[in-house]
């Protein structure tokens, strides 16, 4: 995703402590896609996906952007902020930079919500929730299930012989 200038290398450390050494390399794929779903990391410093010039660029295809981390002006510097859960899309002008209606010709769609992220993990945690009351429940009750004896990992503090290949790892060694 980012290159650094001088080397054309990427080390993660280096990106995060000298973050304007380094350029986006994303700027292609607006040409491709249809739809954007942005959920990284991004601060003050870092390279944007794209600027927003390059929306006006009859090239850029991106129609839908979701900004899951929604930072505004951020990574993607059409998110104009404020949506809410009630109201959660919004378009943006390609070339006035202004809020619209959604759906319009000329303009990207933004779905950038504050509270989203605190959103997805709760959605999340109620499927899985659900999914192991229907389907693992019973067995940890009942006991004996061979599905959960070969999805023990652990126990008494030993790994179990289906895990014995974490051992290395487990002690603090260099393996797995």
């Known amino acids: 995703m980012y290159e650094h200038t001088g080397t054309k ?27 954007l779903m942005n959920g990284i990391y991004w601060d003050k410093g870092m390279p944007r996906l794209f600027e927003w010039e390059h929306l006006t660029d009859p090239q850029f295809r ?9 930072d505004k002006g951020g990574s993607v510097p059409c998110n104009l902020g404020d ?9 943006v002008d390609r070339h006035t930079r202004k809020r619209t209606e959604p759906y319009l010709p000329g303009s990207v769609d933004m779905m950038a919500v504050g509270n989203l992220p605190n959103e997805l993990p709760r959605d999340a ?3 899985f929730g659900e999914q192991l009351i229907k389907h693992v429940l019973e067995d940890l009750v009942r006991g004996g299930s061979p599905v959960i004896e070969r999805a023990t990992m652990v126990r008494g503090g030993r790994l179990t012989a289906s895990f014995q290949y974490l051992s290395e790892y487990a002690s603090g060694g260099q393996g797995g």
Do not use: N, V, W
Not at 21 to 33: D, I, S, V
Not at 83 to 91: S, V
């Open 9 to 35: 290398t990427y080390q993660r450390e280096h990106f995060h402590q000298h973050p304007g050494e380094y350029r986006c390399k994303f700027l292609p794929y607006t040409q491709k896609a249809d739809i």
């Open 62 to 70: 991106i129609k839908t952007i979701a900004d899951i981390t929604d």
């Open 83 to 91: 949506a809410t859960m009630d109201d959660p899309i919004y378009g």
């Open 125 to 127: 945690s109620r499927y």
